[in-house]
Nanobody
Framework: QVQLVESGGGLVQPGGSLRLSCAAS????????MSWYRQAPGKERELVALITSAGGTTNYADSVKGRFTISRDNAQNTVYLQMNSLKPEDTAVYYC????????????WGQGTQVTVSS
């Protein structure tokens, strides 16, 4: 049974930091490209950050470059998103995503964790 379980969301003041975690199970994590997406109310889901299977390549949305850092621990089957200098516009539900390219492409999603940036 595939599971992606996000944690670490919450309420934080502008300028603060949060660290999101996504614990994966039920599939070959170390071979998967992992991403964080977010969706704000009334907006489409957008890619925030991506990290390749060995962690050698990362990509970020322009809006979070220099503030967010994605990382992974293949021994712990976990991907992280360190979010610094948070802004109110970062408020959204954050989702963990996995893409595994095997004999077919498999895509998995977590249930999401709410991040609210407000004073």
């Amino acid at each position: 049974q595939v599971q992606l379980v996000e944690s670490g969301g919450g309420l934080v003041q502008p300028g603060g930091s949060l660290r999101l975690s996504c614990a994966a199970s039920g599939f070959t994590f170390r071979r998967s490209t992992m991403s964080w997406y977010r969706q704000a109310p009334g907006k489409e889901r957008e890619l925030v950050a991506l990290i390749t299977s060995a962690g050698g390549t990362t990509n970020y949305a322009d809006s979070v470059k220099g503030r967010f850092t994605i990382s992974r621990d293949n021994a712990q089957n976990t991907v992280y998103l360190q979010m610094n200098s948070l802004k109110p516009e970062d408020t959204a539900v954050y989702y963990c995503n996995a893409i595994l390219r095997d004999t077919r492409i498999l895509i998995y999603w977590g249930q999401g964790t709410q991040v609210t940036v407000s004073s």
